[in-house]
């Protein structure tokens, strides 16, 4: 099946540095990649929307000038928090829908520690 | 946009005992809807989806339910086992536009808590 590679698993930035999380769909074409951010024991949040070779579509409330997203290629999609801060700190999750429609695929999402 | 609620948040049965989670979503044009199963530290799982020109989908010990009328859409787990434990998550496409997934991202449900007791 459908397989969506994401990395790092777990990374722990210094207050004011930046990270970049990346997202690779494996054996398929993901036309259109999202990001998400779950908080401890929460749900999934949406925080963007990314189709091939355009610019992030960013729900309410969500920075797009902190949380960068690049989706140069039908494989792959990059995340970068930007001038991170503590409050940051959450567990970032993509996923990819492909072409024909089929479902979402999850990575297996991103530990950000901000100290 | 889509408003997905889920209950229970928390549901604990015996070791053998079925489980059931139940959801609502508040967009009539919603035709997409998964379940994903999240272990600790890991992403979703997708253990089963339905879309909406059928009633019923069974994979095994797992099943789920789509009432359009009254939208909502439910999870069935029989037999349930240790490894079951987990936090379940209904979801349901964002927007009025979906078509079975592809374009719109995903609103979920807040999870439901599953503990399997031996």
């Known amino acids: 099946g459908a397989v969506v590679s994401q990395h790092p698993s777990r990374v722990i930035c210094k207050s004011g540095t930046s990270v970049k999380i990346e997202c690779r769909s494996l054996?398929?074409?993901?036309?259109?990649m999202f990001w998400y951010r779950q908080f401890p024991k929460q749900s999934l949040m949406l925080m963007a929307t990314?189709?091939?070779?355009?610019?992030?579509?960013?729900e309410q409330g969500v920075e797009k000038d902190k949380f960068l997203i690049n989706h140069a290629s039908l494989t792959l999609s990059t995340l970068t928090v930007t001038s991170a801060h503590p409050e940051d700190s959450s567990f970032y999750i993509c996923?990819?829908?492909?072409?024909?429609?089929?479902?979402?695929?999850f990575g297996s999402g991103t530990r950000l520690t901000v100290v | 946009g889509e408003n997905v609620e889920q209950h229970p948040s928390t549901l604990s049965v015996q070791e053998g005992d079925s489980a059931v989670i139940k959801c609502t979503y508040s967009?009539?044009?919603?035709?997409?809807f998964p379940w994903y199963k999240q272990e600790l530290g890991k992403g979703p799982q997708l253990i089963i989806d339905?879309?909406?020109?059928?009633g019923e989908k069974k994979d095994q010990r797992i099943a789920v339910t789509l009432n359009k009328t009254a939208k909502h859409f439910s999870l069935h787990i029989t037999e349930t086992q240790p490894e079951d434990s987990a936090v379940y998550f209904c979801?349901?496409?964002?927007?009025?536009?979906?078509?079975?997934?592809?374009?719109?991202?995903?609103?979920f449900g807040k999870g439901t808590h599953l503990i399997i007791q031996p």
């Open positions: 990314s189709n091939e070779g355009s610019k992030a579509t960013y």
């Open positions: 996923s990819a829908a492909s072409r024909p429609k089929e479902g979402y695929t």
């Open positions: 979801a349901a496409p964002w927007g009025d536009r979906s078509s079975g997934g592809g374009a719109d991202g995903l609103t």
């Open positions: 967009d009539s044009a919603s035709n997409y």
């Open positions: 054996d398929f074409q993901a036309t259109t």
């Open positions: 339905i879309r909406s020109n059928v």
